[in-house]
C-alpha cells in the first residue's frame, strides 16, 4: 500500500458498484438459493426460507399497492425487531415507497415529531411492548382513530394506520374502528397482479430515495436522513464482502431493525449474499442472545460495545458454547482496546472488525480486516470501504492536515445521504459545497490510511487551553481489571475553563476509590489529563442503540456537583 503524504485516502475497488435497486439484487440471491434459510425469528418461532421470504415480501407489496400507497409516499414503522419489520423493509423497496424507520423507544412527543418531519403517510405499529403501549401512544396523538372515517388536522398526511401483532399476524385485532390490520392488507393483497407488481419495480431507480434514517439524537432533535437504494445496498454488499460473508454464514442480530446497523448492516447485507437473518429477541437481552448464538450455530454477531459487555458480563456466560462465531462488527461507540481482546478470545470471534459511519454515511465508512494485526484492530476503526473517499481536515481552515495530525473525519462517495428530509439549510450545513460530508468526529490518519478516533469535535475537552480527547482516558482506565465501562467528558470549572470527569461502573462484585483510580492513571496519563471528578455508577444513560448520552451525564453532574455553566 503506498505511503500517504497528507490524510486524504481513496479506496478503489476490483468489484464495481452494484447498479441495481435493492428489489432487483435481491431476487437474483433468492432465485439462486430458494430453499436456503432467509431468517429465523426465536421470540416468533418462525423461520423462513428465500423462497418463502420472497412470497410473503411480494404478498404485503401487493397489498400496500391496494392500499393505494404509490413510488415515493413514505410509510413509518414503529416495531421492535421481528419478521414483519423485515417484510416491510423489503416490500416497501419493491415498490420505491420510502421506509420511515421509528425508534420503538419513542414516547408519543417523539412519535409526533418523527411523523410531521418525514410527512408519513402510512404507519405500522405493534399494540405494545413492556411499558410501552404503542397504541395508546398513538391514541393521545391521534383521538380521530376512534372513527371509522377519520382525518387528523394534527397529521394531515397521515390517511392509514396498521397493527400487527407479532405473536399473532394473522388474528391480530383492530383496536379502534380507525385502525387497520395487517391481515386485511395481505386480504386485499389477490387484487393486485404480480405483473402489475413487477412493472412497478422495473420504474424505479438505483438512485430513488428508499430510506428515512432518524439521526440518534445524543445531541438535539434528530435529523431525518435519506438514503437511496445505491447507498444502502452498496454499504451492505461491500461489508459483507469485507466479512468474507457467504450463504453459509448466520447472523445474530441484537441491534435493533429501525437503526442502519440492523436495517442495513445486519438484515440488507445477510439479503445481499444469501445469508441468514437470527433475530435473538425483540429488543437487546444479553441472555438470549448466548442462547441464540449456541442454538442456532451462528457465525457472527453484530453489537456495540455495551452489547458486547453484557453479554460477557453475564453470569451464565460460562454455559453457553460459542465456538460457532468467527466474526462480526463492533461499531457504534468507540471500543476500548481490552474490549475487543475479550470479545476475539473469550467469544472466539478471532475475525471480529472495528467499524466506524454514521447514519448519514449509509453507515460504514471504515472496517478493520481480519488480517490486521491486533494493534491496528484495537487502536484504530480501519480504512475506508471501496469506492469511498475519506480526508482529515482542520477545524478552523478545513484545510487537509499533515499525517498523523488530528482534525475533523470528512467523507464524499456513494454512501452520501441525500440530505435531510425537509432541511435544506441542515443539509447545507453538513455537506460542504464539494460533496464533502463533514462528521464532526476527530481523528487522525496514518501513512498506510488507518484512521484512529479521538472524540467528537463537541466532546472535546478544553483545559486551560490543553486539548484533551476522551477517548485516549476512557482506553486507559478500561484497562483496570476492576473496571467494567467508563465514560470521560468535561464539566464546567470557573479557572480551567473545564475540568475531566469521569463515570466508571465496575465489574459485579468489584470495589474501589476515587484515590486508586486516579493513582492508577498517574502511571500513564498527563496531570491535566487525570479526571478531577471520577463517579461510580450501576448504569449510564443511553440510546436505544446503546450510544453513551454524555451530554445527559454532563448536565446531571453539573446539577450534584453544582457548578456553574
Not at 435497486?21 to 432465485?31: K, N, S, V, W, Y
Not at 461489508?239 to 468474507?244: C, D, K, P, R, S
Not at 448466520?250 to 445481499?272: E, I, K, Q, T
Not at 429488543?283 to 441464540?292: G, I
Amino acid at each position: 500500500m503506498n505511503k500517504l503524504k497528507k490524510s486524504y485516502f481513496h479506496r478503489g475497488g476490483e468489484t464495481p458498484l452494484l447498479g441495481e435497486t435493492i428489489p432487483e439484487h435481491f431476487t437474483q440471491i433468492a432465485a439462486q438459493l430458494p430453499d436456503q434459510e432467509a431468517v429465523v425469528s426465536l421470540p416468533q418461532q418462525r423461520r423462513m426460507t428465500y423462497k418463502e421470504l420472497t412470497v410473503a415480501i411480494d404478498e404485503l407489496a401487493r397489498g400496500l399497492i391496494a392500499c393505494g400507497f404509490n413510488s415515493g409516499d413514505r410509510i413509518g414503522i414503529w416495531s421492535t425487531n421481528n419478521i414483519e419489520w423485515l417484510l416491510l423493509q423489503m416490500a416497501t423497496a419493491r415498490l420505491g415507497v420510502i421506509l420511515v424507520n421509528i425508534n420503538p423507544a419513542y414516547r408519543s412527543q417523539e412519535l409526533a415529531y418523527a411523523l410531521k418531519r418525514s410527512e408519513v403517510q402510512g404507519l405500522f405499529l405493534i399494540p405494545a411492548f413492556r411499558t410501552s403501549n404503542y397504541v395508546d401512544m398513538l391514541l393521545e396523538l391521534i383521538p380521530e382513530l376512534k372513527d371509522e372515517e377519520w382525518h387528523s388536522n394534527e397529521f394531515p398526511q397521515l390517511r392509514r394506520v396498521f397493527v400487527y401483532d407479532p405473536a399473532d399476524t394473522l388474528n391480530t385485532t383492530r383496536p379502534q374502528p380507525g385502525f387497520s390490520t395487517w391481515q386485511e392488507v395481505i386480504k386485499i393483497a389477490d387484487g393486485i397482479t404480480t405483473e402489475q407488481l413487477d412493472t412497478i419495480t422495473a420504474s424505479l431507480d438505483q438512485d430513488d430515495a428508499i430510506n428515512i434514517q432518524y439521526t440518534s439524537g445524543t445531541t438535539g432533535f434528530p435529523k431525518a436522513v435519506v438514503l437511496s437504494h445505491h447507498n444502502i445496498l452498496n454499504n451492505a454488499f461491500f461489508t459483507a464482502q469485507a466479512m468474507h460473508f457467504s450463504k453459509q454464514d448466520r447472523l445474530c442480530v441484537p441491534v435493533p431493525f429501525y437503526h442502519c446497523f440492523g436495517m442495513v448492516l445486519a438484515n440488507l447485507l445477510c439479503l445481499s449474499v444469501g445469508a441468514c437473518i437470527v433475530i435473538p429477541s425483540e429488543y437487546f437481552d444479553d441472555l438470549q442472545v448466548l442462547r441464540a448464538i449456541e442454538s442456532e450455530r451462528c457465525t457472527a454477531i453484530h453489537g456495540v460495545p455495551t452489547m458486547f459487555i453484557a453479554e460477557l458480563e453475564d453470569p451464565k456466560f460460562n454455559e453457553f458454547d460459542l465456538s460457532s462465531l468467527r466474526t462480526g462488527i463492533m461499531a457504534g461507540a468507540l471500543c476500548p482496546p481490552e474490549l475487543m481482546k475479550r470479545v476475539m478470545e473469550q467469544m472466539h470471534c478471532s475475525e471480529i472488525l472495528i467499524g466506524y459511519g454514521e447514519t448519514e454515511a449509509s453507515p460504514i465508512t471504515h472496517l478493520t480486516t481480519r488480517d490486521d494485526s491486533i494493534e491496528r484492530r484495537t487502536d484504530t476503526v480501519g480504512t475506508n470501504l471501496p469506492h469511498q473517499e475519506v480526508k482529515i481536515v482542520d477545524v478552523e481552515t478545513g484545510k487537509t492536515v499533515a499525517i498523523g495530525e488530528t482534525g475533523e473525519i470528512c467523507f464524499r462517495g456513494y454512501h452520501i445521504m441525500q440530505g435531510y428530509y425537509g432541511d435544506a439549510e441542515a443539509t447545507t450545513k453538513a455537506i460542504d459545497q464539494k460533496g464533502w460530508l463533514h462528521s464532526g468526529d476527530l481523528g487522525s490518519m496514518d501513512a498506510a490510511g488507518y484512521v484512529r478516533i479521538t472524540g467528537r469535535i463537541k466532546e472535546m475537552i478544553i483545559r486551560g487551553g490543553e486539548n484533551i480527547y476522551p477517548r485516549e482516558i476512557e482506553d486507559y482506565i478500561f484497562t483496570h481489571p476492576k473496571v467494567a465501562q467508563v465514560a470521560v467528558f468535561g464539566v464546567p470549572d470557573e479557572y480551567y475553563g473545564e475540568q475531566v470527569m469521569a463515570w466508571i461502573q465496575l465489574h459485579a462484585g468489584e470495589h474501589t476509590s476515587e484515590d486508586e483510580i486516579r493513582s492508577y492513571c498517574k502511571e500513564k496519563i498527563a496531570h491535566y489529563k487525570i479526571p478531577k471528578y471520577i463517579c461510580f455508577v450501576d448504569e449510564f444513560p443511553m440510546t436505544v442503540t446503546g450510544k453513551l448520552q454524555k451530554f445527559r451525564m454532563r448536565e446531571i453532574a453539573i446539577e450534584k456537583l453544582n457548578l456553574q455553566t
